[in-house]
């Protein structure tokens, strides 16, 4: 019994031993610290050759080596916290802080990150150990029992690579997470300028419901001074209310802006009464081969496609590696008790166990793997480029939207607007003296009305392009300064 106490404690003794044999590396386990995760810094665009794929699909030296080390790697997240209660907002800067802390879709993204960190710990963690241990008879004429560990050395830095491929993939969902965020602050600044389009276009129908009135009012005291007739009245009186209903449905609309605009931020209850803010500020100049530039540097969307080629190449070495076998150790102790044979015992025997076996690469060399793999890096490569062209056509759709909008702009305001609204006042004058026809102040009003309805629509376009705009570039302080 001593000796098979001693036995089994020198199993227990070799298994951890065995086990640090393929934990010792740093290129897998990485220095010991207990230090949080720290998030990689920003991506370096790759270098792109003159074909425009970036890189070299079959150079190395191009992949990032820094490993993940599940001590540095913490999977515990901060709860989803969501905003309730009466909170209100009435600037952009104050709905884009609302929407940046609750927004669930930017929550969703938080996770995704740390699930891929969850995935990155799990892809380097060393094969655990085998024990076995038994006894085959025990007892009688004959006893035979024993202990045995077993361990998987891998090798050709297989776990390294492994675990490099899932740290592309939490470099991704870092990029996804931004994406997401750009695209929530695009919809919120969009609904946003949407919404105060519509304030102003209901403030602007409250003005032209005055000037309305007060040609009803003129028109009814021509009438009673026997200078206008029943029928100039009533045509007054249907513009009238015509402008009162028109008032009332931009109101409806507005309303309606104001939830949707709660609903984008990811607070539906969030409370508003009115924007501050204003259509007729400036915005820089932008044009598109610098637009392009910043826009293909910085984008997430170009930046995880560059990722995604890094991510297989990753797959493709560890693809190369697979064939190359990993030997498993086996080391053990057995203690047998021979009974009488031929007359004579055959006595007390003890017997160490080492033994190694591994996989022979004959049949099976991962060949359609590594075809696969590389077929991945390639078409890696050119889906990096299929996003880059679109972006770009995004981008130049965007300020052809913003340059047409701001040409309508500058001629409502230096030309049709101050023209409609004198053409009001004049017509006014000169029916209230008998000079003009009813008709004609009809149509001036109507004029009016079309100069600040499309000069509000104009501005509205323009904001929503350049919205846009600072999508793809991923602007983080919006609107930028002139």
């Known amino acids: ?49 003159p074909s425009g794929v970036p890189g070299d699909v079959s150079s190395p030296a191009t992949l990032p080596s820094p490993p993940i080390n599940s001590r540095e790697i913490t999977t515990e997240t901060a ?44 892809a380097g963690l060393y094969p655990n150990p085998y024990f076995q241990g038994g006894a085959i008879q025990w007892g009688g004429q004959e006893t035979f029992w024993g202990a045995n560990f077993a361990q998987e050395i891998v090798v050709a830095r297989k776990l390294y690579l492994q675990r490099q491929a899932e740290y592309q993939a939490v470099r991704q969902a870092e990029q996804d997470l931004s994406r997401v965020r750009y695209q929530v602050l695009r919809d919120v600044r969009a609904g ?3 919404t105060l389009a519509l304030q102003i276009r209901v403030d602007a129908l409250s003005q032209l419901v005055k000037i309305a009135q007060k040609s009803f009012e003129s028109g009814q005291r021509l009438k009673m001074g026997g200078e206008g007739t029943l029928t100039d009245e009533l045509q007054l009186k249907i513009q009238f209310r015509r402008a009162m209903a028109g008032l009332a449905a931009a109101d409806a609309q507005f309303k309606a802006g104001k939830n949707s605009l709660a609903a984008l931020t990811g607070v539906p209850d969030l409370q508003i009464d009115r924007l501050e803010g204003s259509l007729s500020d400036s915005l820089p100049d932008m044009e598109y081969p610098l637009v392009r530039a910043g826009m293909l540097a910085d984008n997430a969307n170009i930046r995880r496609a560059a990722i995604e080629i890094n991510r297989r190449r990753y797959i493709l070495r560890r693809a190369v590696v697979q064939p190359i076998p990993n030997p498993s150790i086996q080391a053990g102790y057995q203690y047998y008790v021979g009974g009488y044979g031929n007359g004579s015992a055959l006595g007390t025997q003890n017997l160490p166990l080492l033994m190694v076996t591994f996989p022979v690469p004959v049949f099976d060399r991962n060949q359609g793997a590594i075809r696969e793999a590389r077929a991945e890096v390639s ?34 305001e230096k030309e049709i607007l101050p023209a409609a609204k004198q053409t009001v006042e004049l017509a006014q004058a000169a029916y209230q003296g008998g000079q003009f026809s009813l008709l004609q102040l009809l149509q001036a009003q109507r004029d009016l009305v079309d100069a600040y309805l499309g000069s509000i629509d104009a501005q509205s376009q323009r904001w929503v392009a350049a919205v846009d705009i ?12 002139p």
């Open 1 to 49: 019994m001593r000796r098979l106490a001693t036995c089994w404690a020198i199993g227990f003794l070799m298994a951890p031993v065995l086990f640090a044999q393929g934990t010792s590396n740093p290129a897998i386990s990485g220095p010991k610290t207990n230090r949080p995760f720290e998030p990689s810094p920003p991506l370096e665009p790759l270098p792109v050759n």
């Open 79 to 122: 709860p989803v916290e969501i905003v309730e209660g009466n909170i209100s907002a009435s600037s952009l800067s104050e709905f884009e802080a609302v929407a940046i802390e609750n927004h669930p879709e930017i929550q969703a993204a938080r996770q995704a990150v740390a699930s891929a960190r969850g995935r990155a710990i799990q």
């Open 192 to 194: 946003f300028y949407v």
């Open 379 to 412: 078409r890696a490569s050119l889906l990096l480029r299929d996003t880059q062209n679109d972006l770009s056509a995004r981008a130049a759709d965007a300020i052809g939207r913003l340059n047409a909008s701001s040409e309508l702009v500058k001629e409502y």
């Open 470 to 481: 600072a999508q793809l570039l991923q602007v983080d302080t919006f609107p930028p300064a």
